[in-house]
């Protein structure tokens, strides 16, 4: 006895005694070594019970000692934030600290009150959900789902957010190698000795494989675990090549894209705080070599999941790698010779082998006879068909299988072996279609679909020489399909021992019960037994997708390492059908669960969305707006002043541009420069205004449409020469409308002359609007005459404002008069300051997005996206005028003809005022001509755009009406939840209608 | 991610820098204004949805910015060729053939 445990053997395995490492579970402290996963350690201190199932809450132990884990599943926790729940409890390294809970039990692991649920399981049988709390139906939302769902699922998440950070890689390769066991290793290393560039990675902390259990094996004359090591560190000196250790391959995408996730701090005692959690690596490789290796089964028979009961490779893992004997007293049930190698070792090792049981009726290999040899009982034909003990497993039934009297025979621990499923998941995610061997009852690579081979194991190669040999080759061959210049490796490795093997079964075995309340289990994590599979079947589930529907086998983190051939066997023979015909369910990345921290990544917080800012926002934010988002855009929504809330901030704001004048940035708007000899005929097709006539210096506003007719855009364009156009668009529209132009230009109209360029980021814009919008900025403006003579609205002049190139124009989107002055981006927040200061005393205010809303409003101006919603025309929106009667072309002619488009009863943009004088509608609401018919009403129409409009001194609105124009003076209502609102249909324009303080 | 050739760069690129831009060859009518309403219909509502190969618009919106035209597989997703705007119809047969090796078989299909 070590004090790592009282089941730890002197001399065995490969950690160091001295290397103690303390941990809690459950509270309680106990010693491992390191190097030891949390299982080994635990079962190091005779600890088997671990956790409770997820259905019947049945006491569950340590299976395996690998990935494929399903019932030793726990809680890790470092502090309050970082506590990870479902973690297998044979990946999960031990450290100094680790503090580790099971789950899914109250009040305690021992004795849990769940556990009712085993002794009313004939209540829970497959299907159960869906057939029960089937009446009454209310019950199921105010009943039956909370108290499912607080029962439900395992771990507990952390509440707090995730402290850590992780990070990404993006890498190319040659040769991917997914696996690093002798095959992967093998492969590894020809292709790097070839000279391709080669990731190499394993999920494990270090390389091996089966290599870790496999004691017999020798590659090099050398310990195959040694061979092993040196091997990874021959690689890891390599220029060409990358080795990644505790990095799974989860998840194979198109064209050899394949996700790496990689653990950097978890198996760390004071990880250092700039490390991240983990790494994610999104790797393109030019080849893949899948060297996975294989799972091994387990025996389907009752109560199978007893703690104690255990895979025969992982008690030979925690032997020989961990030097702990999984039991003092051993039994070992199996179908194959793999599990004969496991009690030779154990019984060398000094544990007590009562019998080895094996199901096969002469099984007849060298293993046998050593076996035998060493004084072990073996039991040919025979069956275990149950185990007894409740919290550790204490004795096997034993039986001939085909019938025959039963012998109990007290265990501590029981090993099986059904035999090794080679792990297609990799080749199967690539889409690569799998294939049933008849001769070895197993699922292997049958048509590839992508640039990639499977070697040893996984692809169905028995033995180590065997498995040696394909690998090599396989590397090879990579480097020399990835690279032409690949020379010839010259690997080669000797190899000695190295079990083959062979024999197995799949399915139930005897006593795994067909109608008794038996509890044989086929998935541990699902709590699916052999008896649901048939009842499956039974009630009518035909296909195995139905079936693992049904019962939920071979679902969550399983994803078909060990249900899957069972399930698929018992259904086989339920429906009497072989196997082949029935099919194999899909399986999915990914491999093993996978953080959402690796696949978030850096993408979250501040980096989830860039987020856009004006030159001018740092001004904005000291003079105290409160900003909006306009997609990424933060615009600055209204400046409240002390004691104002937003509506008083807007009413001050709308009323001081009217009276004084204020300033907006505006700088969001698209703007895109159009250049070149067929620079007006382009706009001409684009937009429905005509444009060929419009005047060097001049503006206009235009519409631009979709082939159908609808508005897609809007914006004012200038002229700046002949052949070079200012186009502005809306600030949400930028991106898309530069699309539609190329689209255009480049497909459509390929022999225009014409070249585009998005100049949105380039010219900060400052709008500044209202009666003395003109004596603010004149002081600082150079070489243009701003006199309403030589420089009325809808003009445009270049020249230079505060001392830096601008192009100022002269339009309104408040109907005030007013300029927008465009300055390099990096000069806007100069002349931003230098305007403000200088207006500020003047009276002017600087206003927000909400003030322009209702200025515009106030004008009838339309916001497209707001007052358009794709379905809205020109005419609709009541700018006939905008659209070239003489033109005859432009992008949405056609459109504008079809049918429905002039048609009469189609909805139009007015005006509506408020009968009563105060209410502001809500956007969005529905209008109907009569509130008194029956419910559904008719509706006719909705409010697009509604404000206080201070100006006004009473509320204004825009809708989308039927035949609105038809309509003015009528009376329509809103019909709200408490009321019914009456307006008065009007046209759109509220405020100086004749449109004189433009020009002023 | 899939990777796409780009006939302008004349390289694969990840699709992140490229977005997809609805079906291929349908050329605006140059009398457009003139056209019945079933020609218009015909040009910019119906579109093909085949399962197999299909024709399509690309635009490697965030690399050279230019629209190509491609050929992909509905079902595998796979791109069978990629070809500049005004170029025609590639033939099929010759670029499936080309692009279409003989599956690898594994040691499962004997």
Not at chain 1, 285 to 305: C, L, P, Q, T, W
Not at chain 1, 559 to 582: M, W
Not at chain 1, 898 to 924: C, F, H, N, S, Y
Not at chain 1, 941 to 954: A, D, K, M, P
Request: glycine share 10%; proline share 5%.
């Amino acid at each position: 006895m070590t004090t790592a445990g009282t089941n730890r053997i002197a001399g065995k395995g490969r950690l160091t005694p001295a290397n103690t490492v303390r941990f809690t579970f459950d509270g309680k402290s106990y010693t491992g070594l390191e190097g030891d996963t949390l299982a080994a350690a635990l079962i190091a201190n005779d600890v088997h019970l671990v956790g409770r199932s997820f259905k019947y809450h049945r006491p569950r132990g340590i299976l395996s000692a690998g990935p494929e884990e399903p019932s030793a599943l726990v809680g890790v926790r470092r502090d309050a934030a970082r506590q990870t729940p479902n973690i297998r409890a044979t990946v999960q390294e031990i450290h100094d600290g680790l503090d580790a809970v099971s789950q899914n039990r109250w009040p305690s692991l021992a004795f849990d009150i769940g556990a009712v649920n085993d002794i009313g399981s004939p209540l829970f049988s497959a299907g159960f959900y869906y057939k029960t709390f089937m009446w009454p139906k209310v019950a199921w939302k105010h009943v039956y789902e909370p108290v499912i769902r607080n029962a439900a699922g395992l771990g507990t998440a952390p509440e707090e957010p995730d402290p850590d950070h992780y990070a990404g890689r993006y890498a190319h390769c040659d040769v991917l190698v997914i696996g690093g066991g002798a095959a992967g290793l093998s492969a590894a290393l020809a292709a790097a000795e070839s000279g391709a560039q080669v990731i190499l990675c394993d999920e494990k902390p270090s390389f091996g494989g089966a290599l870790w259990f496999e004691e017999e094996a020798r590659l090099d004359g050398m310990d195959g675990y040694e061979w092993a090591q040196q091997t990874t560190d021959r690689l890891a000196v390599m220029d060409n090549v990358r080795v990644l250790s505790r990095t799974t391959a989860f998840g194979y995408y198109a064209q050899n894209f394949v996700g790496l996730v990689e653990r950097v701090t978890d198996h760390l005692a004071a990880p250092e705080a700039d490390m991240p959690r983990e790494r994610l690596w999104q790797v393109r490789a030019k080849r893949v070599i899948i060297a996975a290796g294989a799972i091994e089964r387990h025996m389907v028979f009752a109560n199978n999941d007893r703690p104690g009961i255990m895979l025969a490779a992982a008690a030979r893992t925690y032997l020989n790698h961990h030097g702990v004997a999984v039991g003092r007293k051993v039994g070992v049930y199996t179908a194959n010779d793999s599990a004969y190698a496991a009690a030779i070792d154990l019984k060398k090792a000094g544990s007590d082998i009562p019998a080895i049981v094996d199901i096969r009726d002469n099984p007849d290999s060298v293993v046998v006879e050593e076996a035998k040899a060493l004084g072990i009982r073996v039991l040919t034909g025979h069956a275990v068909t149950g185990a007894g003990g409740k919290l550790r497993v204490a004795s096997m039934s034993v039986e001939p299988k085909n019938g025959g009297s039963a012998e109990v025979i007290p265990v501590d621990a029981l090993l099986m072996s059904a035999g090794w499923t080679p792990s297609v998941h990799m080749f199967s995610q690539s889409r690569g279609k799998v294939a049933w061997d008849e001769e070895s009852q197993r699922f292997l690579p049958g048509t590839y679909a992508q640039d990639c081979v499977s070697v040893g194991a996984c692809n169905g190669t028995d033995g180590l020489a065997e498995t040696v040999a394909e690998a090599l080759d396989a590397g090879e061959r990579a480097a020399k399909e990835a690279r032409a210049k690949a020379k010839k490796s010259g690997v080669k490795i000797k190899t000695e021992g190295g079990g083959k093997w062979a024999g197995g079964m799949i399915g139930a075995g005897p006593g795994a019960g067909a109608g008794k309340v038996v509890k044989a289990f086929v998935d541990y994590q699902n709590d699916v037994t052999a008896k649901d599979i048939r009842l499956a079947v039974q009630e009518g589930m035909h296909s195995i997708e139905h079936v693992k529907r049904f019962t939920t086998n071979g679902m969550a983190t399983d994803q078909g390492k060990l249900s899957n051939l069972h399930g698929l066997a018992i259904a086989a023979e339920a429906l009497d059908r072989p196997i082949p015909k029935v099919g194999l369910t899909t399986f999915r990345p990914p491999y093993t669960p996978t953080t959402f921290g690796a696949i978030v990544n850096h993408a979250r917080g501040k980096l989830f969305d860039p987020m856009r800012c004006t030159p001018m926002h740092a001004s904005e934010e000291a003079a105290g707006a409160v900003f909006e988002d306009v997609g990424q855009w933060k615009r600055a929504w209204y400046y409240p002043r002390p004691g104002e809330d937003m509506h008083a901030a807007v009413n001050r704001e709308c009323r001081t541009v009217r009276e004084v004048a204020g300033m907006f940035d505006a700088t969001t708007l698209g703007k895109i420069e159009v250049i070149g000899p067929d620079a007006a005929k382009f706009l001409d097709l684009l937009y429905t205004n005509p444009f060929m006539k419009l005047g060097v210096g001049k503006l206009r506003y235009g519409i631009m449409c979709r082939e159908d007719g609808f508005i897609y855009d809007d914006g004012v364009v200038g002229r700046i020469a002949e052949d070079r156009f200012h186009v502005t668009t809306t600030t949400g529209g930028a991106p898309r409308v530069m699309n539609h132009m190329e689209d255009y230009l480049q497909t459509e109209f390929p022999d225009l002359k014409v070249w585009l360029t998005s100049t949105s980021e380039q010219w900060a814009v400052i709008a500044v609007q209202g009666p003395k919008s003109r004596e603010i900025i004149a002081p600082f403006v150079e070489g243009i005459d701003l006199s309403s003579e030589a420089f009325p609205h809808m003009s445009m002049a270049e020249g230079k404002v505060c001392g830096v190139p601008a192009r100022v124009f002269r339009m309104s989107f408040t109907g005030e008069a007013g300029f927008e002055i465009n300055v390099p981006a990096d000069y806007g927040r100069m002349v931003w300051d230098t305007l403000h200061e200088h207006g500020k005393p003047m009276g002017m205010c600087l206003y927000g997005t909400e003030t322009m809303h209702v200025l515009r409003a106030e004008k009838g101006y339309i916001i497209v996206g707001q007052d358009t919603d794709g379905t809205v025309t020109p005419h609709d929106a009541g700018l006939s005028w905008a659209v070239g009667k003489k033109k005859t072309d432009f992008v949405g002619i056609r459109g504008l003809m079809r049918p429905d488009i002039v048609a009469k009863g189609r909805r139009q943009l007015v005006g509506l005022k408020v009968k009563d004088g105060r209410t502001v509608l809500e956007e969005g609401a529905q209008i109907v001509a009569d509130p008194k018919q029956a419910v559904p009403m008719t509706m006719i129409g909705w409010v697009s755009s509604s404000y206080w409009s201070e100006n006004c001194g009473r509320p204004i609105a825009m809708a989308l009406v039927e035949d609105g124009f038809e309509r003015m003076g009528d009376t329509l209502y809103v019909p709200m939840p408490d009321r019914v609102i009456e307006v008065e249909v009007t046209n759109t324009v509220f405020f100086d209608e004749e449109g004189g303080r433009l020009h002023g | 991610m899939l990777l796409i050739h780009c006939p302008y760069c004349e390289e694969e690129r990840p699709e992140l820098e490229f977005r997809h831009a609805g079906e291929a060859h349908i050329a605006r009518p140059a009398d457009i204004a003139s056209i019945s309403d079933e020609d218009f219909a015909q040009y910019f509502f119906y579109r093909d949805n085949p399962k197999g190969l299909t024709f399509e618009r690309w635009r490697h919106i965030h690399g050279c910015a230019r629209f190509f035209n491609a050929v992909r597989d509905t079902v595998s997703d796979k791109f069978v060729t990629t070809y500049k705007t005004g170029e025609p119809k590639p033939d099929l047969a010759e670029a499936a053939n080309e692009n279409k090796p003989q599956a690898k078989k594994g040691r499962g299909s004997k």
